[in-house]
């Protein structure tokens, strides 16, 4: 098995795996898993099912893992364009764990609980320009892991400048990921690129399709 996904950078490596795995399995013994199994087995070895549903489903997927079942619902169009900045560095999972606060406060866990669910809403009605607001405004982890991806605030700043929808850490970072609008990726793009030679940049297609998988030749 091959994958060109960085590792330890906030871009879903482990998720991509895992999910390969899920599937050749069931391909070469023939197990006849559903989505929903495929999905809940992924989620439970990954913890979460953001990346392991986007790795299975394609596209932007906003999901909860429970004990005994996963729920997922997929964002049908993701009509923008995604530059991505990645430092040479990586930011394991623990210590970016590490940085977040044991607990909140009620107020806090308030706002920050809004937040989320504005941006919840801003994805599913295709408001980018709300979506990029919220991403900024996040509570729950940005301020307390900026301090481990120094970069951010800066591409943040180039980004608002070539008129970004918004700029947020990709997973725990630490890659920094940037929305801006269809067509205008590759501007975007070779910008960040003058002001981060440090850094790897790259402008992503969100695929509409999933995992496929098919067997080649199979030895019995």
């Not at 795995?21 to 199994?37: G, P, V």
């Not at 801006?180 to 509409?208: R, S, Y």
Request: charged share 20%; proline share 5%.
């Amino acid at each position: 098995m091959w994958s060109d996904i960085p590792l330890a950078r906030g871009l879903g490596s482990s998720a991509a795996a895992i999910v390969a795995a899920i599937e050749l399995a069931n391909q070469l013994l023939e197990l006849n898993m559903t989505d929903d199994q495929k999905l809940f087995y992924a989620s439970e070895v990954e913890g979460h099912p953001d990346n392991a549903g986007a790795s299975l489903f394609g596209g932007l997927l906003i999901g909860l893992h429970e004990e005994d079942k996963t729920h997922a619902v997929k964002v049908q169009h993701v009509d923008v364009d995604v530059v991505v900045v990645i430092p040479f560095y990586e930011v394991l999972t623990k210590d970016a764990r590490d940085v977040l606060p044991e607990d909140f406060s009620y107020k806090h866990a308030v706002s920050a609980s809004a937040v989320s669910n504005v941006l919840v809403a801003a994805l599913m009605t295709q408001n980018w320009p709300l979506v990029g607001e919220m991403m900024n405004k996040d509570l729950f982890h940005q301020p307390y892991r900026t301090m481990l991806v120094p970069e951010l605030s800066k591409v943040e700043h180039v980004a608002s400048l070539k008129g970004a929808y918004g700029t947020a850490l990709s997973g725990a970072g630490p890659t920094i990921l940037t929305l801006v609008e269809k067509g205008k990726g590759e501007a975007l793009k070779e910008q960040l690129a003058q002001n981060f030679p440090h850094c790897e940049v790259d402008l992503l297609t969100v695929p509409v399709e999933g995992v496929v998988g098919s067997i080649i030749l199979l030895i019995k």
